[in-house]
């Protein structure tokens, strides 16, 4: 599966299929959106202008030749079906964030419309026009199912509000929905893996118990916070954005290391006893430290919360974020201990619920910016069946604005590859090109060999 954001993402042209789904009345429910939700929801249903963009996710994939449109339509209604995260909506009354959930069986799939687009780069503007106005938390339901098709091979698109998904659940939708419909397309049985309630899962974070500003996780979480400043961490160079003003997001694509040099370089990690995440934040600090940053670089990193079984296969937002600082050694070894170390260590502060490790910092967090500075580490050979190469499967994200760098690393069987996320100024560009440039020696040089000019070159780049 290939990280992305809308605007990098191409694919041949074609007719452009979209299917209405409607939910039928829903009921209110007392269970509260997650912690995650509510940050994301407050903002976005609280903006006054209901057509700007906000945050979403799309998945897509291919199918062979053109479109069984009853067999998607039936397995888009199916999987809706199975996971009540999609079959829940919000609504906001007087800066309050109220949940309703509907019933599987009231879902249903209408005929759709057709659009004939003969430009990808139309196409890509079309999709990302009709998501921002179907995916945005304001709508019931807030997410859109389309397909373009073709003579060939036929490409189906879904996309969804934050609200409803994380990076895990677009690989669920993906492989449910390619297995149902090729199910029902072929005329055979499907038996799919047992789903948890991610509204279940969002009861138990509200009901649990407050952490006590004397527990060591919340100690530590203390420190982290008070050696940033008293907020979350920042990626440590001028981005030309003032603390507190947005700018439009830029979005660069690059391949850090092919297969061979991104196993050599795990390899490398394991003799010195540790794993490619560790490996991947040391290179991260000693590309920092070369172009000027600190010798100490704290970051939050993102963590599943699906530690439940039935939440493997399920649908939802089942992500918290832990703390840790690398500190630059005298070699690279040195840097990758320090990061190892810092990242055992950060593990048991994930488990402490954000919403209770800021009700325990209190007054000692102030929030100085809308990003954080986070790196996010996916390995989708084993997330992925397969890892979606023969579906040419597409993990997409909105542009929206920024005003810090965020970066998301995938391993796939193509090696390495970065997305970069960072306001849209002629500075951050520079100083993330350089970045990348050092972050991708950092890794080659510990492979045993040194990258040429051309290895170094973005595979793609747009603001």
């Not at 373009?148 to 449910?176: K, M, N, Q, Y």
């Amino acid at each position: 599966m290939r990280v992305t954001s809308i605007t990098e993402y191409l694919t041949d042209p074609g007719t452009y299929i979209e299917w209405p789904v409607s939910l039928g009345e829903g009921t209110p429910s007392p269970v509260p959106p997650s912690f995650n939700q509510n940050f994301h929801l407050s903002a976005a249903l609280s903006n006054s202008d209901q057509s700007s963009s906000t945050v979403w996710i799309a998945g897509a994939f291919d199918v062979v030749g053109t479109l069984d449109e009853d067999s998607l339509a039936w397995a888009i209604e199916q999987f809706i079906s199975r996971h009540d995260a999609l079959r829940t909506t919000f609504r906001s009354v007087d800066g309050e964030i109220f949940r309703q959930v509907h019933g599987a069986h009231k879902v249903h799939v209408g005929r759709p419309s057709q659009t004939r687009i003969t430009d990808p780069y139309t196409l890509s503007a079309h999709v990302r026009t009709r998501f921002d106005v179907l995916c945005h938390p304001s709508r019931h339901p807030s997410y859109s199912f389309a397909a373009v098709e073709r003579p060939d091979r036929s490409t189906i698109l879904c996309g969804f509000d934050h609200a409803h998904v994380d990076a895990v659940s677009i690989v669920v939708a993906v492989e449910e929905l390619s297995a149902l419909y090729d199910a029902r397309r072929s005329g055979t049985t499907i038996e799919l893996d047992a789903t948890g309630s991610f509204i279940e899962y969002c009861a138990a974070e509200a009901a649990s118990p407050v952490v006590p500003v004397s527990d060591p996780r919340v100690e530590k979480w203390a420190e982290f916070v008070e050696h940033c400043g008293g907020s979350t961490p920042g990626f440590p160079f001028d981005l030309g954005v003032p603390h507190g003003v947005q700018a439009p997001q830029a979005t660069t694509i690059h391949a850090l290391a092919d297969a061979e040099h991104a196993a050599a370089f795990e390899s490398e990690c394991r003799r010195l006893g540790t794993g490619m995440f560790a490996g991947i934040a040391a290179a991260m600090a000693e590309a920092s430290a070369r172009i000027g940053g600190p010798t100490r670089l704290p970051l939050l990193f993102p963590l599943h919360t699906r530690r439940d079984k039935q939440y493997e296969h399920a649908v939802g937002w089942f992500t918290t974020n832990a703390p840790m600082s690398v500190t630059v050694g005298q070699s690279f070894g040195d840097t990758l201990a320090s990061a190892y170390e810092s990242f055992r260590a950060a593990l048991p502060l994930g488990t402490v619920p954000i919403p209770r490790v800021l009700q325990a910092l209190g007054e000692r967090f102030t929030r100085t910016r809308e990003d954080v500075f986070m790196i996010s580490y996916i390995d989708y050979r084993t997330l992925l069946r397969g890892e979606g190469t023969h579906l040419r499967a597409h993990h997409i994200s909105n542009a929206t604005t920024a005003d810090d760098a965020q970066f998301w690393i995938t391993r796939t069987g193509d090696g390495l590859s970065l997305r970069a996320r960072f306001p849209d100024t002629e500075q951050a560009h520079a100083v993330i090109d350089r970045f990348v440039e050092q972050l991708t020696q950092v890794v080659r040089s510990n492979t045993g060999e040194s990258p040429s000019p051309d290895e170094l070159s973005l595979v793609g780049h747009s603001a």
